[in-house]
């Protein structure tokens, strides 16, 4: 949707929120942002009560159940995402996505929008790299009609050349509002290409225009036939329902689901290259230049305690506005205006851990040599972050787990929370006992674990820094002079 | 997989039998209808009724009073405050309310910058501070057993500021790297272009981040002087929501605005006559491709005696996401835009109606030209009862959903209590939802909205153009 209104408003400028807030929309698996759950040392603090049993054909279920109001979201996952799409192919899981929208066999045309709409069902769906979900937030009573519409559009799809030949229209649609409105997006696009170089988190989830363009109705039904089925998704219902109610009803309605017979088939992974690149673009009507540092995280490689304690690096480095890094860089030292790390990583495929900065404009006209300011600011984060780490102590990583406990309030308080983590953590690998348990994991993460995980991430090999500046802006800098002189107001 | 292609196999055969044969076969292997209203009535679960109670709790003397619904399922209290006519428009001195809002936080009281971060996210207390164009509105959460330090964050940050000036040279260097940012933003340029055209030399029409010389203008005193008259016990409207009684509420009240002045001194807005019967401004974009659209009319006021049938007219043509009459049309059946959406907004200087949509720039005459041709069918013909009655079930069923979170019931507490819906506004929203009959839609849309959906009609349309060519 279109984000304007007619006086301009200014969004907080300090992103509030605790450990679980998701970044969605391009990311994976946020596991870095679920961070961290303490409570401070009471031993009966279980993250989240969450019921959790599979059906006979394989589909997994969730149920976190929250007695306030009569309410209920229903999350259906598909573990499935890009990195699914064939070669030359991008795009596919995301239109298809689109396409469940367009009608089955029994619920055909719009009637399923229709439908959702009729019952007061607040609902979407959403593709990253590894996941696409549909989810349905609506009244108590209405929750069986949207099992029925979910349960039904697993197996029937059904769509017409023209709800086709639109919806990719759509998609077309979308990829540009999200990538043709400004530069930035295609900054971390070539990024993450320069990154994954052969691996499949090298695509954007969107595809290309071409590849979208190149999409055909078979395309997307084969791509449904393979990875839509109950034993690759799982269904979480968060709200006014206990387990027993929900058992019998996802019986009820994905109970009679057959699996289709053939396997379901594993991307190929490349190996990760190891190379270290740097790279500066320059791009017609950036204002703000930008840095990004992100180091590859290859698949198989980090345990559930390496994710945990890299969790917990990351709160340590810029949690907030006190953080060792923001205070060195920021806030004392005035070389940047922000700086924040984060990771995501699915122990299938892999992830990244990313370092971003937006660079003071004194500091890059003193500094940012317009050959190598990637490499400038490469050097300047290094040594803060080299003494940070040094600096931590168990000391102060029992303040970062002891930052939790209110967390794990906020996180059961909505079921749109509770859903979204629990889905996050069952399609990462982690059981439904060792996500209510997840914060006595946290508090046993020591110090020697967060400085091995670390030492993994930057063992690893791979490696792309990035600096993106408008044309005029990078001469400017080489010059001194840091006003692009493009502030017309 | 076998279905599929099954049917592929036998449509192909079929289209050589004939159309009648194809009838045939489709009758007799047709899966059994999915019939909607069937199921819901074989549900094992029940409509439940939503519990909670709204209580208006007075304060100081019933010089305040916030609405309150108690709600203990978790150990977590949500307080939204807002102090009207207290935002950037109203400013004696540009940028005041917007450094108040960036620098609030770093550091209030006894509080350093640092201890105010590391309490608030030990102890899990939450606070936003956000200034807009009318208001100055607060957002607080915490876990109730930190409910003092809550409130002893909340009464620093509200009274004793510590300002400090590297705080506000940091807070400023980084409005204008926001700044910066927003050039690059076609969303923003459009909103920049509804400023300068539409709003002009009010203060809506004002920058809303100035430039660096105006907030380095802005000192310390300044943001106490502004925060000292703005906040009153006459322009403070309360939400509570969560695990607090009456009495615990009407003690966190006492213990945080106690110290208020009966009256706050806020300036007047000037008036704002604003002209919808202009043609088209548009401007390109040196950064996108797409171009953005936001077309506005004369809307109406929350408390209007029209509002439901209003709202329920939006919600037909633009307000109901990808069901309603825009989204069908230019979305589903045209494929034209990613999203088409109509709303109407509400301030102090002017209420709105507006429709936005992003598209490829030479499809957004056509899109205007379908929303056009939607809006006039609208407008003479009216709704449909069948359309009406959707509508209304749609919003009737989604009732419940607005009590998911604590943080959401605060909020809309607090807006019940600043629009003066009544405490018992909650009671009465299915029943007015339901009155609405199509011909007080169809009344209403004809005294108040636009006559068509152009210049002529009072529709004023600004378009931001993408101005690059799209990357293959």
Known sequence: MVETDLYGQIKQKKAAGGFFR?????????????????????????????????????????????????????????????????????????????????????????????????????????????????????????????????????????????????????????????????????????????????????????????????????????????????????????????????????????????????????????????????????????????????????????????????????????????????????????????????????????????????????????????????????????????????????????????????????????????????????????????????????????????????????????????????REKAEGAAAGNTQGGNNAD | MQIKSGARFLTAALLAAGIAGAAVWAAWHREPAFDAERLLAQSKLKARTFKGEVREVPALNGKISAYLMEEHSVPLAAVTFRFARAGSAYEAKPGTALMAESVLLDGAGAFSRRELREIMKEKGIRLQVSAGADNLIFSLSYVKSFEKDATDILRAVMYAPQLNREDMALARRQLAMIKQQHEENPGRQLAKLVRHEFYGGHPYGREPIPDDETLGAVNAADIRAYLKKVMGKDNLTVGIAGDMDVAEAEAFLSRVFGDLPDKAEVRDLPVFEPDFYREKATEVSPVSAQSFVTAAAQGISRSDKDFYPLYIADYIFGGAGLSSRLSRAIREKEGLTYGIYSTFTFSDAVNLWQAEFSATPENTDKIMAIAAAEYQDFYNNGVSNEELELAKKSLMSSFNLRFGSLLNIADMLEQMQYWRLGKDFLKQRQAQVAAVTAAAVNDAVRRRMPKSFDAAGGVRVFEVRGGLNAPK
């Open chain 1, 22 to 470: 998701m970044a969605r929309g391009g990311l994976f698996l946020t596991v870095a942002a679920l961070g961290l759950l303490l409570d401070g040392g009471a031993a009966e603090a279980r993250l989240m009560k969450l019921d959790y049993f599979v059906l006979d054909n394989g589909l997994r279920v969730a149920v976190a159940e929250n007695r306030k109001a009569p309410v209920v979201l229903q999350m259906l996952y598909y573990k499935t995402g890009s990195v699914n799409d064939p070669k030359g192919k991008g795009g596919t899981a995301h239109l298809l996505e689109h396409l469940m929208f367009r009608g089955t066999k029994r619920v055909p045309g719009q009637a399923f929008n229709r439908l959702t709409e009729e019952h007061g069902a607040s609902g979407n769906a959403y593709t990253t790299y590894d996941q696409t979900a549909y989810y349905e937030f609506s009244d108590i009573a209405k929750l069986e009609l949207m099992m029925a519409l979910e349960a039904d559009r697993m197996q029937g799809l059904d769509i017409s050349d023209e709800a086709f030949a639109a919806e990719r229209d759509i998609v077309l649609q979308e990829r540009r509002q999200r990538f043709e409105t400004n530069p930035v997006p295609l900054f971390y696009e070539t990024l993450s290409k320069l990154l994954w170089q052969d691996h499949p988190l090298a695509n954007p989830v969107s595809g290309s225009p071409s590849e979208i363009r190149s999409l055909t109705k078979s395309d997307v039904e084969d791509f449904y036939r393979r990875y839509y089925r109950p034993d690759n998704a799982l269904l979480v219902l968060a709200g006014d329902i206990s387990a027993a109610e929900a058992k019998d009803l996802a019986q009820k309605y994905f109970g009679k689901l057959a699996n289709p017979a053939m396997t379901i088939p594993t991307p190929t992974l490349e190996k990760g290259r190891a190379s270290e690149v740097e790279t500066l673009m320059r791009i017609e009507g950036v204002q703000q230049p930008r840095y990004a540092d992100s180091f590859r995280m290859d698949a198989g490689v980090f345990s559930k305690k390496d994710i945990q304690a890299l969790g917990m690096l990351a709160e340590y480095l810029t949690g907030d506005d006190s953080a060792p890094l923001y205070d060195e860089l920021v806030y004392r030292g005035k070389q940047l205006l922000g700086i924040d790390v984060g990771f995501s990583y699915n122990p299938e495929l892999g992830g990244s851990f990313g370092i971003y900065a937006t660079p003071a404009p004194e500091w890059l006209a003193a500094n940012g040599r317009s050959t190598r300011p990637a490499g400038a600011i490469k050097d300047l984060i290094g040594k803060a972050l080299e003494k940070a780490i040094a600096d931590l102590s168990p000391e102060k990583l029992d303040k970062i787990k002891n930052r939790v406990v209110s967390d794990a309030v906020y996180l059961q308080e909505n079921p749109r929370s509770s859903a979204n983590f629990a889905g996050d953590m069952l399609l990462s690998g982690y059981t439904a006992e060792e996500i209510a348990d997840y914060d006595e994991a946290i508090r046993a993460v020591a110090l020697d674990d967060v400085i091995a995980a670390w030492k993994k991430v930057t063992a690893s090999g791979g490696r792309v820094t990035g600096f993106l500046c408008g």
